[in-house]
Structures are given as C-alpha cells and as structure tokens.
C-alpha cells in the first residue's frame, strides 16, 4: 500500500490544514516511508507472542498516601501580605 499526493491533500483537507507543494510531496514521502516500515513489522511472526498494553513494564512510581498533620490556618496565613482570619485575599481577577 502507498500514500499518493492525492491522499496527504484530502488527509490535510480532512484536518483543515494547508501545506506548500514541497510540503506535500514531503509528507506523501514520509508516510510511504512509514507505511514500509510497517510492511517489514507484517512479515514477523508473532503467532506465540501476547500483545502488550505498554511496551515496557510500568511500576507504580508514586509513594502511598499517607495521612500526616498539615500546618495550621494561622501558619499558612503568617506571611500573607493579605488575609482575611482564615483566606488569603488576592486581587479580583473576574469581572462580573
């Protein structure tokens, strides 16, 4: 199978996206080059092989939460220029 100028334009058309003539032929090139690529992978046997969801083993990275005591309101609030006794004040931001 080939990707021919024809189809980068309508898949463009398709994306709303607009290239120069050297743009097209440049895509058209490159998605050939991949869809070969692809062609290649087709040839390998994987009649034994289990797919795969990632293609490396992911571990859980992240630490456990744990319930731990947070600072107080008046120590958050300590060095706040502008406070309220249990906010920060900060300027308006939405005009209604």
Request: a negative charge; glycine letters at 0%.
């Amino acid at each position: 199978m080939s990707v021919t100028k024809k189809d980068v334009e309508y898949i463009a058309e398709l994306a709303r996206l607009k290239f120069k003539e050297e743009e097209l032929e440049s895509f058209t090139h490159q998605l050939n080059e991949i869809l070969s690529y692809i062609d290649k992978l087709n040839e390998l046997n994987t009649e034994n092989i289990e797919p795969f969801s990632h293609p490396i083993e992911n571990i859980n990275v992240f630490r456990n939460d744990e319930l731990k005591k947070s600072i107080s309101t008046e120590d958050a609030l300590k060095n706040a220029s502008d406070k309220t006794e249990e906010f920060f004040k900060v300027p308006k931001v939405i005009n209604q």
